[in-house]
């Protein structure tokens, strides 16, 4: 069983920062790649951003690239998301996503969710 557990969304005005963080009760957590997925109200889900096992392969959408940074730290089954120059059109339910390969092909090989962090900034 798979557990993924989000934190650290809130409330801030645009321009400001968050990091997110996601649990992951999982044996072997860096064997796995891992990424993160949001949601906007009235829309599907989207890509944020993938880390593979050993974190040297990294992958963003572009709509975050330069502000956003994922991060892993195998040691303690977590994954971060750090989210700078945040943006109105950032606010969304953020989701850690985990996979059950070590180098991830697509936001399709996810296949574990976490229940979501909501982020809102205001402008």
């Known amino acids: 069983q798979v557990q993924l557990v989000e934190s650290g969304g809130g409330l801030v005005q645009a321009g400001g920062s968050l990091r997110l963080s996601c649990a992951a009760s999982?044996?072997?957590?860096?064997?796995?790649?891992m990424g993160w997925f949001r949601q906007a109200p009235g829309k599907e889900r989207e890509f944020v951003a993938s880390?593979?096992?050993?974190?040297?392969?990294?992958d963003y959408t572009d709509s975050v690239k330069g502000r956003f940074t994922i991060s892993r730290d195998n040691a303690k089954n977590t994954v971060y998301l750090q989210m700078m120059a945040l943006k109105p059109e950032d606010t969304a339910v953020y989701y850690c996503?985990?996979?059950?390969?070590?180098?991830?092909?697509?936001?399709?090989?996810?296949?574990?969710w976490g229940q979501g962090t909501q982020v809102t900034v205001s402008s």
């Open positions: 880390i593979n096992w050993s974190g040297n392969e990294i």
């Open positions: 996503a985990g996979s059950n390969v070590g180098q991830i092909d697509g936001p399709a090989g996810f296949v574990y």
């Open positions: 999982r044996r072997s957590f860096g064997t796995y790649a």
